[in-house]
T-cell receptor, first 112, second 112 residues
Framework: DAGVTQSPTHLIKTRGQQVTLRCSPK?????VSWYQQALGQGPQFIFQ???????QRGNFPDRFSGHQFPNYSSELNVNALLLGDSALYLC???????????FGPGTRLLVL | EDKVVQSPLSLVVHEGDTVTLNCSYE??????LLWYKQEKKAPTFLFML????IEKKSGRLSSILDKKELFSILNITATQTGDSAVYLC????????????FGTGTRLQVTL
């Protein structure tokens, strides 16, 4: 039973560039949430996708956008990268309205 | 704004000790509290608590929720070096989407 997978594992970008991160949910799950985890902090909720729609959004600017595909996989896009966007980006999947979310290994983004 | 506070921020114990990690919260329309263990990247799910006073146990780990005083504790007995990790507490509020609000975590180091 495949767990949550994310790609790439690491990424280095420069300020102003754009980045796309990818996530495949755990088998049987249909809901994907994205979180940003800065060093020494807990994960912060970016947004959640269900049935290809953004269902809820955290306090992140419009530079952060996402998409969910019919197979439930998801992408996180960040435009006009800032140094402060350097963080571990975690994807979590769940089933419908259930609370328990299962996390992937994350993508570590470094913005220079 | 929802708030989750964990204490202590870090802890160093000897193998075999018992530890208690604390999590207090202020959440509108609280639904449940979750504990995760984060060793390197992916937080792994430990417990979900929704009712007061009911202890959840898994081996040497146990957790309890107090909805009146708005806190939870995570106990680890007979600690092992493999328990070294960051322990994250998260809350979920009622609604269609499950958006987790995390504390900053407690970093536990178990030494020989």
């Amino acid at each position: 039973d495949a767990g949550v997978t994310q790609s790439p594992t690491h990424l280095i970008k420069t300020r102003g560039q754009q980045v796309t991160l990818r996530c495949s949910p755990k088998s049987g799950h249909d809901t994907v949430s994205w979180y940003q985890q800065a060093l020494g902090q807990g994960p912060q909720f970016i947004f959640q996708y269900y049935e290809e729609e953004e269902r809820q959004r955290g306090n992140f600017p419009d530079r952060f956008s996402g998409h969910q595909f019919p197979n439930y996989s998801s992408e996180l896009n960040v435009n006009a990268l800032l140094l402060g966007d350097s963080a571990l980006y975690l994807c979590a999947s769940s089933l419908g309205g259930t609370v328990t979310q299962y996390f992937g290994p994350g993508t570590r983004l470094l913005v220079l | 704004e929802d708030k989750v506070v964990q204490s202590p921020l870090s802890l160093v114990v000897h193998e075999g000790d018992t530890v208690t990690l604390n999590c207090s919260y202020e959440v509108t329309n609280f639904r449940s509290l979750l504990w995760y263990k984060q060793e390197k990247k992916a937080p792994t799910f430990l417990f979900m608590l929704t009712s007061s006073g009911i202890e959840k146990k898994s081996g040497r780990l146990s957790s309890i929720l107090d909805k009146k005083e708005l806190f939870s504790i995570l106990n680890i007995t007979a600690t092992q070096t493999g328990d070294s990790a960051v322990y994250l507490c998260a809350t979920d509020r009622g609604g269609t989407a499950s958006k987790l609000t995390f504390g900053t975590g407690t970093r536990l180091q178990v030494t020989l």
